[in-house]
């Protein structure tokens, strides 16, 4: 807490003097742009000063011989908002570039990029190298000021030298902004914008490619949330992004008549009533008509139901992609056509920037249908990702809510209107109320081209025609919107109540904690004193760990789900138990073999002193001398900044790993909000987590009597904290000690032993060994194992218990089952090549430890041992 303060009480000054050293290509660049758009008065007013005449850029400024004008062009940033945008844009990638790549680099790209962008577009426009002509004269007539175009090449080019985790993030956001400023806009600005992107993305790995070790794998599931999320926000905002433009020329500018239809131009008006009243003529006066709040926010509500949709997303919520996939496919239906009616209409505003008639067509009947198209595509191949539900009946409420509010806005628009029949154009019947109905609830931009029977003129008419869709459609966002956030009570929830309060009351083994995660099912003694955490995969009841309750009736509470098993045909395995679950399942008649060991460190008398400890001072010192502090915080309590670095600590460690994360006994993000969990942080002055350990409690007789190790990160980087998982344990073990806990448990170490490679470990457990060498350069498990044994403790073996050998094929694919649910067929090809990539000695070694020895053992043990009373009841 020291160092908190210590950055809290920083002078002004001295945090701007400490950001000049840290970031001085970032800060001279912001200071410029600043003190230009001051001095010259371009701030308020960008396009005043004769200065900006001279200096812009463009394909007219470079062709009158104005060679200067690239770089010149980005001393000027606009108005007051433009100022603001282009600050954000250099503070997002100045200071990461100038801490990667040096400052030389990052000038080198912030220049390079944006000169180059702009040469290119030009070029491109001279030549009229574009199938739409008309586009290109467009953006031969125009010239840009700014320094966002450079920015975003920076921070492009910078990604390659990021982490996965970071680069996969960075490339998303900087490369979805300019597609849809182009695509919806298509001003030269933005055109160069996503050029200047291009050409940083594509620089950048060229040059700083190298520093990555292998291809990042693909996406966690919560990672994938969250780019899935951003894609269809961004897709949501682009429509807006046309309709703000003042003169959108961007291919997709069409599509903001689907959301943000704006209203006609009086003088077209009367030009298309000058000749009676016509279809044409009454659907222009309707579109006129729709100005104000209320339409406004009609026009809005698809944007902020794809909002609230991407929100559901970022979730990983199933009725999120559910009607993300219905809102897509109608909008695309909606699109085709509207494209319809816009090719077939003689009203050039809708398409303007296209003069060829045979491309207009094509593109209005098109375009419209093609990004929901593409997001529903999207949706489906990401399917899998989003399988979080919401409590029961919670969209079935807002189901009979919506429809109860249709009904009756419905009722009361047909009721006000023929109440107020006189404030409309032409008093209308209740079958023509009746018809018009279905039209409230549409945004406005799908009635452009609608003819209506009668028009709205006095206030109750007017208000009753804006708001009733308005109404509808909000409760419906809001019914939607609390669905995704409420968490789902699982059935299971309240067997896990009951199975907490045992371990709490009664108390388990040092692991006993995991039994209590997501996932499990539980069976209880009778009577209820003691309990089994299992999940059944594939007929294989797998237990998580010992039982828990009171020790004298665990014996028993084996016995028992044994006896369960059998009734239901389930082949039970008791996973990673120890000797005393091992002992009551001998004398069932069970078979075991150990699997991991347990590391135990007491903290009765511990001290680090003397030479073992040499690794475990120095690290200690090193964070001492580093301003690095341990702070304890419960997950769910802890400062936002600090959580979000978690996140992104265990997000980069499962980029980097390319292989799935695991999970059943070993914790991930999601047991840490579980607040009886004590989460222990590796911080410095500047709020920088450089590592993060979670403890689980350990209960005896209702009292925590120790502590378990779980979730173990670093930070990765160029500059890491190389002690910090040393550091983090023995500030845990040197605290807990003081609160009074008797010991510390490291967890176990999977497919490692102490004993490893003495002459009477059992075949199989050398097969489990072998398995261990092949994944030890993708999981690492013995190098966690010898990590752990430098704080000298003590060792307990962990078995797996099962019926027969002959099961044990079923059990390990349960096993693996268990611990990577959601791995693909690329997640799998991919971990096979890796375990090709070792050396041929140790290849030969594992395929002839895991195929010669594990089926002949399993046969022979099953020919010589197996017993016709065997539990399980089957083979």
Same mark, same amino acid.
Not at 581 to 609: K, W
């Given at each position: 807490?020291?160092? %908190?303060?210590?950055?809290?009480?920083?002078?002004?000054?001295?945090?701007?003097?400490?950001?000049?050293?840290?970031?001085?290509?970032?800060?001279?660049?912001?200071?410029?742009?600043?003190?230009?758009?001051?001095?010259?008065?371009?701030?308020?007013?960008?396009?005043?000063?004769?200065?900006?005449?001279?200096?812009?850029?463009?394909?007219?400024?470079?062709?009158?011989?104005?060679?200067?004008?690239?770089? &010149?062009?980005?001393?000027?940033?606009?108005?007051?908002?433009?100022?603001?945008?282009?600050?954000?844009?250099?503070?997002?990638?100045?200071?990461?570039? /100038?801490?990667?790549?040096? $400052?030389?680099?990052?000038?080198?790209?912030?220049?390079?990029?944006?000169?180059?962008?702009?040469?290119?577009?030009?070029?491109?426009?001279?030549?009229?190298?574009?199938? #739409?002509?008309?586009?290109?004269?467009?953006?031969?007539?125009?010239?840009?000021?700014?320094?966002?175009?450079?920015?975003?090449?920076?921070?492009?080019?910078?990604?390659?030298?990021?982490?996965?985790?970071? !680069?996969?993030?960075?490339?998303?956001?900087?490369?979805?902004?300019?597609?849809?400023?182009?695509?919806?806009?298509?001003?030269?600005?933005?055109?160069?914008?996503?050029?200047?992107?291009?050409?940083?993305?594509?620089?950048?790995?060229?040059?700083?490619?190298?520093?990555?070790?292998?291809?990042?794998?693909?996406?966690?599931?919560? %990672?994938?949330?969250?780019?899935?999320?951003?894609?269809?926000?961004?897709?949501?905002?682009?429509?807006?992004?046309?309709?703000?433009?003042?003169?959108?020329?961007?291919?997709?500018?069409?599509?903001?008549?689907?959301?943000?239809?704006?209203? $006609?131009?009086?003088?077209?008006?009367?030009?298309?009533?000058?000749?009676?009243?016509?279809?044409?003529?009454?659907?222009?006066?309707? !579109?006129?008509?729709?100005?104000?709040?209320?339409?406004?926010?009609?026009?809005?509500?698809?944007?902020?139901?794809?909002?609230?949709?991407? /929100?559901?997303?970022?979730?990983?919520? !199933?009725?999120?992609?559910?009607?993300?996939?219905?809102?897509?496919?109608?909008?695309?239906?909606?699109?085709?056509?509207?494209?319809?009616?816009?090719?077939?209409?003689? #009203? +050039?505003?809708?398409?303007?920037?296209?003069?060829? @008639?045979?491309?207009?067509?094509?593109?209005?009947?098109?375009?419209?249908?093609?990004?929901?198209?593409?997001?529903?595509?999207?949706?489906?191949?990401?399917?899998?990702?989003? %399988?979080?539900?919401?409590?029961?009946?919670?969209?079935?409420?807002?189901?009979?809510?919506?429809?109860?509010?249709?009904?009756?806005?419905?009722?009361?628009?047909?009721?006000?209107?023929?109440?107020?029949?006189?404030?409309?154009?032409?008093?209308?019947?209740?079958?023509?109320?009746?018809?018009?109905?279905?039209?409230?609830?549409?945004?406005?931009?799908?009635?452009?081209?609608?003819?209506?029977?009668?028009?709205?003129?006095?206030?109750?008419?007017?208000?009753?025609?804006?708001?009733?869709?308005?109404?509808?459609?909000?409760?419906?966002?809001?019914?939607?919107?609390?669905?995704?956030?409420?968490?789902?009570?699982?059935?299971?929830?309240?067997?896990?109540?009951?199975?907490?309060?045992?371990?709490? +009351?009664?108390?388990?083994? #040092?692991?006993?904690?995991?039994?209590?995660?997501?996932?499990?099912?539980?069976?209880?003694?009778?009577?209820?004193?003691?309990?089994?955490?299992?999940?059944?995969?594939?007929?294989?009841?797998?237990?998580?760990?010992?039982?828990?309750?009171?020790?004298?009736?665990?014996?028993?509470?084996?016995?028992?789900?044994?006896? &369960?098993?059998? +009734?239901?045909?389930?082949?039970?395995?008791?996973?990673?138990? &120890?000797?005393?679950?091992?002992?009551?399942?001998?004398?069932?008649?069970?078979?075991?073999?150990?699997?991991?060991?347990?590391?135990?460190?007491?903290?009765?008398?511990?001290?680090?002193?003397?030479?073992?400890?040499?690794?475990?001072?120095?690290?200690?010192?090193?964070?001492?001398?580093?301003?690095?502090?341990?702070?304890?915080?419960?997950?769910?309590?802890?400062?936002?900044?600090?959580?979000?670095?978690i996140r992104a600590i265990s997000e980069e460690w499962v980029a980097d790993k390319g292989l799935p994360e695991m999970g059943f006994t070993l914790g991930g993000l999601a047991e840490l909000a579980d607040d009886a969990v004590r989460v222990l942080v590796a911080v410095d002055a500047d709020r920088t987590v450089h590592g993060v350990t979670s403890w689980m409690p350990v209960h005896r007789d209702g009292k925590v009597v120790g502590w378990t190790l779980d979730f173990m990160r670093r930070r990765s980087g160029p500059d890491p904290f190389r002690g910090v998982s040393e550091f983090l344990v023995a500030s845990a073990a040197r605290d807990l000690q003081e609160e009074g806990a008797q010991f510390l448990?490291?967890?176990?170490?999977?497919?490692?032993?102490?004993?490893?490679?003495?002459?009477?470990?059992?075949?199989?457990? !050398?097969?489990? #060994?072998?398995?261990?060498?092949?994944? /030890?350069?993708?999981?690492?498990?013995?190098?966690?194992?010898?990590?752990?044994?430098?704080?000298?403790? /003590?060792?307990?073996?962990?078995?797996?218990?099962? $019926?027969?050998?002959?099961?044990?094929?079923?059990?390990?694919?349960?096993?693996?089952?268990?611990?990577? @649910?959601?791995?693909?067929?690329?997640?799998?090809?991919?971990?096979?090549?890796?375990?090709?990539?070792?050396?041929?000695?140790?290849?030969?070694?594992?395929?002839?430890?895991?195929?010669?020895?594990?089926?002949?053992?399993?046969?022979?043990?099953?020919?010589?041992?197996?017993? @016709?009373?065997?539990?399980?009841?089957?083979?």
């Amino acid at each position: 807490m020291d160092a %908190e303060r210590r950055g809290r009480t920083r002078t002004l000054p001295t945090t701007l003097v400490r950001l000049a050293r840290r970031a001085p290509i970032t800060c001279g660049v912001l200071a410029v742009g600043w003190a230009v758009g001051v001095l010259t008065w371009t701030l308020p007013a960008p396009a005043a000063h004769a200065l900006v005449a001279f200096l812009t850029s463009g394909p007219r400024p470079l062709s009158a011989g104005h060679w200067w004008s690239p770089v &010149t062009a980005m001393l000027f940033w606009g108005g007051i908002g433009a100022h603001f945008l282009t600050t954000a844009a250099v503070v997002v990638a100045g200071p990461v570039a /100038e801490r990667r790549i040096g $400052p030389f680099r990052t000038a080198l790209f912030l220049v390079g990029t944006q000169v180059l962008g702009t040469v290119l577009v030009s070029a491109f426009v001279q030549v009229g190298v574009l199938f #739409d002509r008309s586009w290109v004269d467009v953006l031969g007539t125009q010239e840009m000021t700014s320094a966002a175009p450079g920015a975003f090449g920076l921070g492009l080019a910078t990604s390659a030298a990021l982490s996965a985790l970071w !680069r996969r993030r960075l490339r998303v956001i900087l490369l979805t902004v300019p597609v849809m400023l182009v695509a919806y806009s298509g001003q030269l600005s933005d055109v160069v914008l996503l050029a200047s992107a291009l050409i940083g993305l594509v620089s950048g790995a060229w040059m700083f490619g190298h520093r990555r070790d292998r291809r990042p794998g693909p996406a966690s599931r919560n %990672e994938t949330r969250v780019l899935v999320a951003i894609v269809v926000a961004a897709t949501a905002v682009g429509p807006v992004i046309a309709a703000a433009a003042h003169t959108p020329i961007g291919p997709l500018a069409v599509l903001r008549f689907l959301l943000l239809s704006p209203p $006609p131009d009086p003088g077209a008006v009367l030009q298309a009533c000058a000749h009676g009243v016509n279809r044409h003529c009454r659907a222009m006066e309707a !579109r006129q008509r729709l100005f104000g709040f209320g339409p406004a926010l009609a026009s809005a509500l698809p944007v902020i139901v794809l909002l609230v949709i991407a /929100e559901g997303l970022r979730r990983g919520r !199933r009725a999120a992609w559910v009607l993300g996939m219905a809102v897509n496919v109608v909008l695309a239906a909606l699109g085709v056509w509207l494209g319809a009616l816009i090719a077939s209409t003689p #009203d +050039e505003a809708m398409v303007a920037y296209t003069t060829a @008639p045979g491309v207009r067509a094509a593109l209005a009947t098109v375009v419209p249908a093609l990004v929901p198209a593409v997001i529903a595509a999207l949706l489906w191949f990401t399917r899998e990702q989003f %399988e979080v539900k919401a409590p029961r009946r919670t969209y079935r409420r807002t189901a009979v809510l919506a429809a109860a509010m249709f009904v009756g806005l419905s009722a009361l628009y047909v009721v006000v209107g023929l109440v107020a029949s006189g404030q409309f154009d032409t008093p209308p019947t209740v079958l023509a109320l009746l018809a018009d109905v279905p039209l409230r609830f549409l945004p406005p931009g799908y009635l452009g081209e609608v003819a209506p029977s009668f028009l709205p003129q006095g206030p109750v008419a007017t208000a009753v025609s804006d708001w009733v869709g308005v109404v509808f459609w909000l409760v419906v966002v809001g019914g939607l919107l609390v669905g995704f956030v409420r968490s789902r009570i699982d059935p299971a929830s309240a067997d896990a109540a009951r199975a907490r309060a045992i371990l709490v +009351e009664h108390g388990g083994t #040092d692991l006993a904690w995991i039994t209590t995660w997501a996932g499990n099912s539980y069976w209880f003694a009778d009577p209820p004193d003691a309990a089994v955490a299992y999940r059944v995969i594939g007929g294989v009841a797998l237990t998580t760990g010992d039982p828990i309750g009171s020790p004298e009736r665990r014996a028993a509470a084996v016995a028992g789900f044994v006896a &369960t098993c059998a +009734e239901r045909g389930w082949v039970p395995a008791f996973y990673s138990v &120890t000797t005393a679950t091992r002992d009551a399942c001998s004398a069932l008649g069970l078979r075991s073999v150990q699997v991991a060991e347990e590391i135990v460190l007491p903290l009765a008398g511990l001290s680090f002193t003397g030479r073992r400890w040499q690794d475990v001072r120095t690290a200690l010192n090193k964070a001492g001398k580093q301003g690095i502090t341990a702070e304890w915080f419960a997950f769910a309590k802890a400062p936002l900044a600090i959580t979000d670095q978690i996140r992104a600590i265990s997000e980069e460690w499962v980029a980097d790993k390319g292989l799935p994360e695991m999970g059943f006994t070993l914790g991930g993000l999601a047991e840490l909000a579980d607040d009886a969990v004590r989460v222990l942080v590796a911080v410095d002055a500047d709020r920088t987590v450089h590592g993060v350990t979670s403890w689980m409690p350990v209960h005896r007789d209702g009292k925590v009597v120790g502590w378990t190790l779980d979730f173990m990160r670093r930070r990765s980087g160029p500059d890491p904290f190389r002690g910090v998982s040393e550091f983090l344990v023995a500030s845990a073990a040197r605290d807990l000690q003081e609160e009074g806990a008797q010991f510390l448990s490291l967890s176990g170490s999977p497919l490692a032993r102490q004993d490893r490679g003495t002459g009477d470990a059992r075949r199989l457990e !050398r097969v489990l #060994d072998g398995l261990g060498a092949a994944l /030890e350069p993708i999981y690492g498990f013995r190098s966690l194992h010898a990590f752990k044994a430098k704080f000298q403790p /003590e060792y307990a073996p962990l078995h797996l218990c099962y $019926p027969d050998p002959a099961a044990l094929p079923s059990i390990g694919l349960a096993i693996g089952r268990a611990y990577v @649910p959601h791995i693909g067929a690329r997640q799998s090809a991919k971990l096979l090549a890796r375990l090709r990539r070792g050396s041929p000695e140790d290849r030969s070694s594992n395929v002839r430890a895991i195929l010669s020895e594990a089926v002949p053992d399993a046969r022979a043990e099953a020919r010589t041992d197996a017993r @016709p009373d065997s539990v399980g009841g089957r083979s």
